[in-house]
Structure formats: C-alpha cells, structure tokens
C-alpha cells in the first residue's frame, strides 16, 4: 500500500523560511498530481499548491510569489519551499498525491498525515 510520509514542519518566526518535503512509498506505477493541502484551527482544508506530472503548477492566490512547489519523479518526492512566512501561515501542511499503484492497478488519492508548521510573530 502507497504510504506518504512529511518531514520539514517547524517553529519559525515571522518572515523566515521552511522546506516541506513529502515522499511516496509502496507499490507506485506513477504519479499524477503532487500537492500540498493545508488546514489552519477551525479552519477548513484549502489548497496550497499542486504540481502535474509535467510540471504545471498552481498556487493559491495568498501563496503566489512566496511558496515554490517542485517535485523529483526518480525519488517519488514533493517539496514546498516557503519564504517569508507569516503568522497566519500556521496551519497542518498535508501532502497529497493522485497516483497508479499497482498490482493490481488501480487510480488512487494517498494523504499524508500532516506537519505542523508554526510561525511566531
């Protein structure tokens, strides 16, 4: 089974920077869609970034010109590097990847478990 495992999440102060790193293991046929998802206290899940597998992103608005998504396909890996981080960035940074494992093969959404990212004014 694909599992996702997030390492990078931190305490940092306003207007430093963090590196989010998500790798995928398991049965993988190939990646689709990498992305990352976040989800502030009381707040709903909303879309950080997301990279195809030809390296098309898209970025939230509030993102845009701070955080850059990249992946490396030989090592199943995605990263979010943010830069001048803000307090309102807080939030449990969740991975996200729409894949084929196999076998049998088979289209699938794998989440990872989330990292807390804490940024202090």
Known sequence: QV???????GLVQS???LRLSCAASG?????NVMGWYRQAPGKQRELVARISSGGSTNYADSMKGRFTISRDNAKNTVYLQMNSLKP??????Y?????VEGLPYRYREV???G?????SS
């Open 27 to 31: 049965s993988i046929v190939s990646i």
């Open 115 to 119: 990292t807390l990212v804490t940024v």
């Open 95 to 99: 991975c996200n990847m729409e894949l």
């Open 111 to 113: 989440w990872g478990q």
């Open 3 to 9: 599992q996702l495992l997030e390492s990078g999440g």
């Open 15 to 17: 207007g430093g920077s």
């Open 88 to 93: 309102e960035d807080t939030a449990v940074y």
